[in-house]
């Protein structure tokens, strides 16, 4: 069972009145301690619900993203994450800028071992744009490597999740 001390650095689980973003809010994520560390084992989330605006139009795009790490000392506490991810409804940015701001993001925050972005975005005027960013430590990029080819092999069932 964790302790206080280990879920001292969270604030916002457990609150009572939920106050969400309306701008950009990377401070908002929330990290633990990763008991398991010496394990290598992956993480997924899944927010079938992203939203963020075109920068030209503001016009809104809609996603699935799905974040995969693999985690090293800390790990994104998830109501924090989500609170983050919602705090792009209102930001106008590429689908690509989106993937890779919320990449980078999770990285700064909590060095994992591997991570990997995804983003099923909604077709708007005839085209779906998927784009996908990776990072990973020296030990982790055969695993880069390997992962970023298979985002152009033509295996699209990945999309109908």
Not at 3 to 11: H, K, P, R, V, W
Not at 113 to 135: M, Q, S
């Amino acid at each position: 069972m964790r302790n206080e001390s280990e879920l001292g650095t969270i604030s916002l689980l457990g609150e009572n009145h939920t106050q969400y973003p309306t701008e950009y809010t990377p401070e908002i994520l929330e990290t633990f301690p990763n008991k398991h560390p010496e394990n290598e084992y992956v993480v997924t989330f899944l927010c079938p619900e992203f939203t963020s605006l075109c920068p030209k139009t503001g016009q809104p795009d809609f996603a699935k993203i799905i974040i995969n790490y693999i985690p090293r000392e800390r790990m994104v506490e998830s109501k924090s994450l989500k609170l983050y991810l919602f705090s792009f409804r209102n930001h106008g940015d590429f689908h690509e800028d989106c993937v890779n701001i919320i990449m980078k993001d999770l990285v700064k925050l909590m060095d994992p071992k591997y991570i990997e972005v995804i983003g099923l975005f909604t077709p708007r005027g005839g085209i779906a744009i998927h784009p996908f960013a990776n990072y990973a430590d020296s030990d982790h990029e055969e695993l880069k490597k390997a992962r970023t080819l298979s985002a152009f092999q033509s295996d699209f069932s990945k999309f109908n999740r």
